[in-house]
T-cell receptor
């Protein structure tokens, strides 16, 4: 079955600390992977995506993610978190020739000053 | 990149009534989709809005409850019919453009009393 798992429902970090949000997927075809951020009351904003090539992907707002096929993972990282990064983060997977995205349940990030 | 707008941004409705949500894209997209995000949950695909023909619904969603129209390449509507409190959710429109670019609308926050 196709699925996306985000094991951490809620993460709290101090401003300036490093961050890693986990994402594992189960997908039968070559996966296209996405990370989205949703701020309170807002829609989803694409942070980054992986289709092919370099497995370390750079995104907006200083985020990066690394695709590890052997571990079926696509973890999101940021070396130094800012208070404005507090939001809900969603990992999603799809296939090249399909339109459907499967979303994880999200990780809520809280940032303390 | 495309910009997607939704109307209304939020609404409070009475049980048994219907609400139509509009999704407008500022450029042509190949595909449009409607998602539901129930409180504290991830996004669930309701249906694919097909231009000029009936939408393609996911398991658990039916046309009588969620009629969808897509008269052209930049506009779609989703109606939530005969609403109940369980329909209280955020409803999001998503567009897919050339090169598998993904765009989300800001969402419509619906509360059913």
């Amino acid at each position: 079955a196709q699925s996306v798992t985000q094991p951490d429902i809620h993460i709290t970090v101090s401003e300036g600390a490093s961050l890693e949000l986990r994402c594992n997927y189960s997908y039968g075809a070559t996966p296209y992977l996405f990370w989205y951020v949703q701020s309170p009351g807002q829609g989803l904003q694409l942070l980054l995506k992986y289709f092919s090539g370099d497995t370390l992907v750079q995104g907006i707002k200083g985020f990066e993610a690394e695709f590890k096929r052997s571990q079926s993972s696509f973890n999101l990282r940021k070396p130094s978190v800012h208070w404005s990064d507090a939001a809900e983060y969603f990992c999603a997977v799809g296939a090249q020739n399909t339109d459907k995205l499967i979303f994880g349940t999200g990780t809520r990030l809280q940032v303390f000053p | 990149s495309a910009v997607i707008s939704q109307k209304p941004s939020r609404d409070i409705c009475q049980r048994g009534t219907s609400l139509t949500i509009q999704c407008q894209v500022d450029s042509q997209v190949t595909m449009m989709f409607w998602y539901r995000q129930q409180p504290g949950q991830s996004l669930t695909l309701i249906a694919t809005a097909n231009q000029g023909s009936e939408a393609t619904y996911e398991s658990g969603f039916v046309i009588d409850k969620f009629p969808i129209s897509r008269p052209n390449l930049t506009f779609s509507t989703l109606t939530v019919s005969n609403m109940s409190p369980e329909d209280s959710s955020i409803y999001l429109c998503r567009g897919m453009g050339v090169g598998n670019e993904q765009f989300f609308g800001p969402g419509t926050r619906l509360t059913v009393l």
